[in-house]
């Protein structure tokens, strides 16, 4: 292992014509001659002796502090926009914006005329219904006349009224899947208002829903599981139940 004497101090003078560098610049030119140094030492060789190992951690020391010091730069030279794009932010959140902490007034209006317009939906909605069934029963009659008429066909009258039943049968039968489909709507402007349906699950039974998802969604469930796990072993949980874990020495 070959490498050259470290020197990450005073930086080349900058001549009074050129502009100072900027925070970037000089992170960029530290890190820059680190890792040229780094390239020197880390040549595939092992380290052979404590004096080298030393060197290494020094070289190791100095990239992690010139890593901070980018850090810190990068902090400040992205706070003015940082602090620009909250107060932006923070304006728009008291129009459109919806928060644990605040609900834009466009939001509000939103959420009230929607509320405004639930019950008059669902009354709609509940009539559609009820006009559906009279419908559907009374195609339901009619198709049941129609079957009769085909039956009792015996004169030539008693054939054009069998088909005028027919005929009256399938009319009937459309129009109620047609207020069958009909859905409530409040039209005034844009895309119409109507009812959707939500679904909010409540677990009545972990260890069931567990074993249906094991079966059914089983890679889900194993990412999970590591995931899990991985926090577990993380926080110094290191004897878990179906886990195997190892031991490996790193350095820091």
């Given at each position: ?116 317009l639930a019950p008059w939906l669902q009354q709609v909605e509940e009539e559609n ?124």
């Open positions: 292992m070959e490498g050259t004497d470290m020197n990450t101090a005073a930086l080349a003078t900058i001549g009074h014509n050129n502009p100072p560098p900027s925070p970037f610049d000089l992170s960029k030119r530290q890190i820059g001659e680190l890792y040229d140094e780094a390239r020197n030492w880390l040549d595939g060789d092992p380290i052979k002796s404590q004096a080298e190992a030393d060197m290494v951690q020094k070289l190791l020391r100095s990239i992690q502090e010139a890593t901070n010091e980018a850090d810190e730069r990068r902090k400040d030279e992205c706070r003015p926009h940082d602090e620009a794009k909250a107060e932006i932010q923070k304006r728009y959140n008291a129009l459109i914006g919806k928060t644990k902490k605040v609900t834009g007034i466009a939001i509000l209006a939103t959420d009230a005329c929607k509320e405004a219904r009820r006009k559906a069934e009279e419908a559907r029963k009374e195609a339901e009659e009619k198709q049941r006349i129609a079957m009769e008429a085909m039956r009792d066909r015996k004169t030539l009258d008693d054939r054009e009224a069998a088909e005028r039943a027919v005929a009256e049968a399938k009319a009937a039968e459309a129009e109620a899947r047609k207020i069958g489909n009909a859905k409530a709507s409040a039209k005034g402007a844009g895309r119409a208002v109507t009812l959707r349906d939500y679904y909010e699950p409540t677990v009545v039974s972990e260890t069931e829903l567990a074993r249906y998802l094991w079966t059914e969604h089983r890679h889900e469930m194993s990412a999970f599981l590591a995931v899990m796990a991985a926090k577990l072993v993380a926080s110094g949980v290191h004897k878990i139940p179906g886990v195997e874990v190892k031991r490996e020495r790193r350095p820091v």
